[in-house]
Nanobody, 123 residues
Framework: QVQLVESGGGLVQAGGSLRLSCAAS????????MGWYRQAPGKQRESVAD???????KYADSVKGRFTISRDNAKNTVYLQMNSLKPEDTAVYYC?????????????????WGQGTLVTVSS
C-alpha cells in the first residue's frame, strides 16, 4: 500500500550538480527514517545518506561535504542534493523509507524501496 517514486537522475559532467527527489504515497501513517542508497556496476549496494523523522543525518565518507539529504514531512518526500559530482558517483540511486501503514499497530514497520534512478557523471 506504500510506494516510492524517485526522480532527478540523469547525465551530468564532473563537478556539476543534481538533486534527486523521492516521494512516498499510499496508506501511510508515518515515515521514520528515509535514506538514499546507490549501486554501481559490479559493486554491492551501499548506503549514501540517511535522515530521521527529526532531521538527524548521516553520510557515507565518500560523499561527506558534497551531498546533502533533506526531507519535507508534509509532502512525504526526501531529497538528495549532490554537488561536486565525480565519475565514481555514477550509479543507480535508490530511495528507501521505513514506514508505518494505516490500520496497523505502531510497532509494525514496512520497509519500502523505490525503483531506482540512474545518475551518470561524465569525465
Amino acid at each position: 500500500q506504500v510506494q516510492l517514486v524517485e526522480s532527478g537522475g540523469g547525465l551530468v559532467q564532473a563537478g556539476g550538480s543534481l538533486r534527486l527527489s523521492c516521494a512516498a504515497s499510499g496508506s501511510i501513517r508515518s515515515i521514520n527514517d528515509m535514506g538514499w542508497y546507490r549501486q554501481a556496476p559490479g559493486k554491492q549496494r551501499e548506503s549514501v545518506a540517511d535522515i530521521t523523522s527529526g532531521g538527524s543525518t548521516k553520510y557515507a565518507d565518500s560523499v561527506k561535504g558534497r551531498f546533502t539529504i533533506s526531507r519535507d514531512n508534509a509532502k512525504n518526500t526526501v531529497y538528495l542534493q549532490m554537488n561536486s559530482l565525480k565519475p565514481e558517483d555514477t550509479a543507480v540511486y535508490y530511495c528507501n523509507a521505513d514506514t508505518r501503514v494505516v490500520g496497523t499497530p505502531l510497532f509494525r514497520h514496512l520497509e519500502v524501496w523505490g525503483q531506482g534512478t540512474l545518475v551518470t557523471v561524465s569525465s
